[in-house]
């Protein structure tokens, strides 16, 4: 899982209308990093990328009344680089 968790406030949302809040994690670059003396460096190219998954969150789909409400948490979110992985964890 990540840590720590993302969060987010939701605002502007129609109180009425109904949303699915989905989380879709992309490269910045093409570039490979590793932390060194407390700093991310580039470490090469990056692996070729890997298929798409996006992560649903578990309360959708809601109002946006019940979305604004709250802050909404995405701790459940686990990340993988297992292209082969069958749990729906996030690429």
């Known amino acids: 899982r990540m840590f720590p968790p993302y969060k987010v406030k939701a605002t502007g949302l129609d109180k ?9 994690i992309v490269a910045a670059d093409d570039c490979r990093y590793k932390f060194h003396n407390s ?16 992560y649903i969150h578990p309360d ?16 459940k979110l ?6 082969s992985d069958k749990h729906g964890f996030v690429c």
């Not at 009425?16 to 879709?24: E, G, V």
């Not at 686990?78 to 292209?83: R, V």
């Open 16 to 24: 009425r209308a109904k949303y699915i809040l989905l989380m879709d």
């Open 39 to 54: 700093r991310w460096m580039i470490a090469g190219k990056a692996d070729p990328e890997m298929p798409k998954r996006m």
């Open 60 to 75: 959708s789909p809601a109002t946006g009344e019940q979305w604004m409400s709250k802050i909404v948490s995405f701790h």
């Open 78 to 83: 686990k990340l993988t680089n297992n292209i």
